[in-house]
């Protein structure tokens, strides 16, 4: 029997709903859901291929080596967990808890994040539990909590059918969130009037639909918003009336912006400054501006700065809390605003909490039934310094899940250090994996439409994913795993669920009356549409906006302006090392290829490095040639592309193949080129070629 199953699309933050075709137990067959308001039936090239690997060289049965210079032998999951459970109680018991750390990805599931993070620093009691959104959004997080007060994308999608200016900084819209942009395009030819402004280094697709590009060197991202700022204020283009009633800090922002001008911006980001001018008169007059971002702002040593600068744009001309005008962030992977909500970041707690703060680790400590003072009061360690603690061998046993770091990490080369250095390393993944070589323990995840759960949108829209086919092998669903392995550590009356729903019900009282307020919600209400938080009561219909009382939740009300310098990247070019490298993504891959790399269809390239021609010419090298990358940290081996779409002193390369290759479709090519902690685009990795 043949039937199709309404789903939400497994990769990017824009939460598409998809219908899987599923014959015998398993998914066969995907097309885009016409009901759904996110995508109305259109997918993207990841999208519509989701299915393609689902049943390809995954992990089938837990597995166990003492030692990583043996092969593996498959175990039961009562001996995998055992043996788990036995080495992290005697690290916890010898070193104490934060001699264990947690690393998991905003790609699980909201209750099976929840739950890590309740087992991790309510049950073994450290709060080093950290996630790749710590490499991905979490500038954007601290953007929006200083700016607006709290956490979460003030619009909604349906805001671009609203918008008369769309602001695109750091983001490859047309290939990273393919559908958003395309709904972009389409509000453009309904309304010609429409413009599109987009702040890159590199003339990508996105680029190429702009009516302006304001072709930046890489990291001057902040220079350029002070510019603009420079230009609203002195053309008094400024809405006076909604900053002088709902911000605060104008003026400090507007005594930065000053020195600012569009000439001496332009000396900083190489952008004429006539076209600083232009795109500030476009933004400021718009009826309602779109600002939308992702890693071009966020992977950056001033990230923060950059979200701040952004946000300022938006309040300095009201642009807030109407139809079309908002500065939104552009999530990337499908639950990263889950993660965030439920709060499985070493600072936070569910809910938007924190752990510095004592009320909130007391409430936390109330939901969980612990008794008060449990919870521990310091941050654990984020995600960059638990492997470099690791690396110190002051991480002892280490628990990876849905996230590949001997990939995605900067500074391959010590997280390979690192994860020989720990005595125990789990591997809790779909698939096998880059990391997965350096594991001690490999726990079969079940994934996408094997177990059931919910995931948060970009637009802070909760869908419900249910269970549509079988777990291969003998893979369990993560929340499954989380459980099985805290009762093995002794914590059964904490961890007795039965379902997802349960934890979700619990997660839901960790919600109430905060910013996510997810109260209204219930699988029932999410299996016949999806909700947008704050959802405070079983009739709401979820908010589709924040902020349109422009009573923002910073304790004064007011929206706050941050001025910032411009400051140099962390690193910059030198003699020996006289290139930028900008890493990204391509419209056909998602990340470290353990899915996409499996699909005939998608993974027809090699890795490739872009150059001008320019440069090439003056240092010899032709297109298609294979060419070496080198860093002060380490080498990589790419074809050569030669292309002005890549301005001079620039090199482009995407990071999906930063592993060193060992799946048989790949050319194995040696370590990745990765710049130092934090920053992974601007001017940070230098280059020689
Ligand atoms: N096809 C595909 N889609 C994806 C993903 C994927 O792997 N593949 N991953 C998802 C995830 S997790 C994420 S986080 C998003 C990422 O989505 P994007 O951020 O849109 O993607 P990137 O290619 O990483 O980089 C964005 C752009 O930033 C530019 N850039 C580099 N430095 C600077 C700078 O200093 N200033 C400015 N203004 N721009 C700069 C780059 O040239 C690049 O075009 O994509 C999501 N969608
Ligand atoms: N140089 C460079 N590095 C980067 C970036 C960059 O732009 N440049 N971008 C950064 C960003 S924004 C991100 S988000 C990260 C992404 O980096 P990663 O998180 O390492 O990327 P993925 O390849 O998506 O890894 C997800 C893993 O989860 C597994 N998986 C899928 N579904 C499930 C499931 O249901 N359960 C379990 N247990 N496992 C599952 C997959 O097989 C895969 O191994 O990379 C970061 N690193
Ligand atoms: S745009 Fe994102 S959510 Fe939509 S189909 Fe493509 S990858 Fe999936
Ligand atoms: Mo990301």
């Known amino acids: 029997m043949v039937e199709w199953k309404a789903t939400t699309c497994p990769y990017c933050g824009t939460g598409c709903g998809l219908l899987a075709c599923v014959k015998e137990g398993r998914v066969v067959k995907v097309k885009g859901n016409k009901n759904s308001p996110v995508n109305q039936g259109r997918l993207c090239r990841l999208g519509s291929t989701a299915h393609k690997a689902l049943y390809k060289g995954r992990v089938l049965y837990p597995q166990i080596r003492e030692d990583t210079s043996k092969p593996f032998r498959q175990v039961s999951w009562d001996e995998a967990l055992e043996f788990v459970a036995n080495k992290f109680k005697s690290v916890v018991e010898e070193r104490g808890a934060d001699a264990t750390a947690f690393y998991a990805s905003g790609q699980l599931l909201t209750e099976e994040l929840y739950l890590l993070n309740k087992l991790v620093k309510g049950a073994i009691g450290t709060n080093n539990i950290d996630a790749n959104s710590r490499l991905c959004m979490a500038s954007a997080a601290l953007g929006y909590k200083t700016s607006t007060g709290e956490d979460g994308a003030p619009g909604c999608y349906e805001d671009i059918e609203h918008a008369d200016c769309f602001l695109i900084a750091g983001s490859n819209a047309a290939e990273c969130h393919p559908v958003i942009f395309r709904r972009i395009l389409e509000r453009k030819k309904q309304n010609p009037k429409a413009k599109i402004l987009v702040v890159d280094p590199r003339k990508t697709p996105t680029a190429k639909a702009a009516d302006i590009h304001l072709q930046i060197t890489p990291g001057t991202d902040v220079a350029l918003f002070n510019a603009m700022l420079h230009v609203i204020v002195t053309e008094k283009l400024a809405d006076e009336k909604f900053i002088k009633s709902h911000t605060e800090g104008f003026e400090e922002v507007k005594r930065v912006a000053e020195k600012y001008t569009p000439e001496i911006a332009s000396t900083i980001t190489g952008v004429d400054a006539s076209l600083i001018r232009e795109a500030a008169r476009i933004y400021a007059d718009a009826k309602a501006s779109l600002s939308l971002w992702a890693m071009g702002l966020n992977q950056s040593s001033s990230g923060v700065a950059k979200n701040n600068c952004i ?45 510095a703060s004592s009320q909130h680790r007391k409430e936390m400590e109330k939901i969980w039934g612990l008794e008060e003072g449990k919870i521990s009061p310091s941050p654990g360690l ?16 280490l628990y990876i899940c849905a996230t590949n770091p001997a990939v995605s990490l900067p500074d391959s080369n010590r997280v390979e250090n690192a994860l020989r250095r720990v005595e125990l390393a789990v591997v809790q993944d779909a698939y096998f994996n880059e990391t997965s070589r350096f594991a001690h323990v490999l726990l079969p995840a079940a994934q996408w439409t094997e177990k059931e759960g919910t995931m948060t949108s970009s637009e802070r829209r909760v869908s419900y994913l249910p269970k549509i086919a079988e777990p291969v092998g003998k ?54 549409c999806s909700l947008q938080w704050p959802c405070p009561e079983p009739g709401h219909q979820g908010m589709r906006r ?24 962390e690193e910059n070019t030198s003699q020996s090392f006289p290139f930028i490298l900008v890493t990204g993504r391509i419209a056909g891959h998602w990340h470290t290829l353990t899915r996409t790399g499996k699909i005939p269809a998608l993974n027809t390239q090699r890795p490739f490095a872009e150059m001008n021609p320019e440069d090439a010419l003056l240092l010899g090298i032709e297109g298609g040639e294979a060419v070496e990358l080198a860093s002060s940290r380490g080498r990589a081996a790419a074809k050569a592309v030669l292309t002005s779409t890549v301005p001079r002193g620039v090199v482009f390369m995407p990071f999906h193949w930063g592993g060193p290759a060992f799946n048989n479709t790949l050319q194995p090519i040696c370590s990745p080129v990765l710049p130092s902690t934090g920053h992974l685009k601007n001017l940070s990795t230098k280059c020689a070629l």
């Not at 924040?546 to 990247?569: I, K, M, Q, W």
């Open 475 to 528: 893979a369990k669903p993560d929340w499954e795993i989380f459980q099985l392995f805290a009762q093995k550590l002794g914590y059964s009356k904490l961890f007795n669920y039965t379902n997802p729903e349960e934890i979700f019900e619990e997660y839901k009282v960790a919600t109430r009356g905060r910013q996510c307020d997810l109260s209204g919600m219930s699988y029932s209400r999410l299996r016949s």
């Open 546 to 569: 924040l902020y349109t009382d422009l009573n923002f939740p910073t304790g004064s009300s007011r929206a706050v302006f941050h001025a910032h310098e411009y400051r140099e990247p």
């Open 311 to 355: 946000i300022n744009l938006a309040l300095a001309t009201g642009n807030i809390g109407k139809p079309g005008a908002a500065p939104f962030s552009l999530t990337g992977q499908c639950n990263a605003m889950g993660l965030r909500e439920a709060g499985a970041l070493s600072h936070l707690l569910p809910g938007y909490r924190s752990v």
């Open 382 to 397: 984020t995600a960059v310094e638990i492997f470099q603690a690791a690396e110190r061998g002051e991480i002892k046993a």
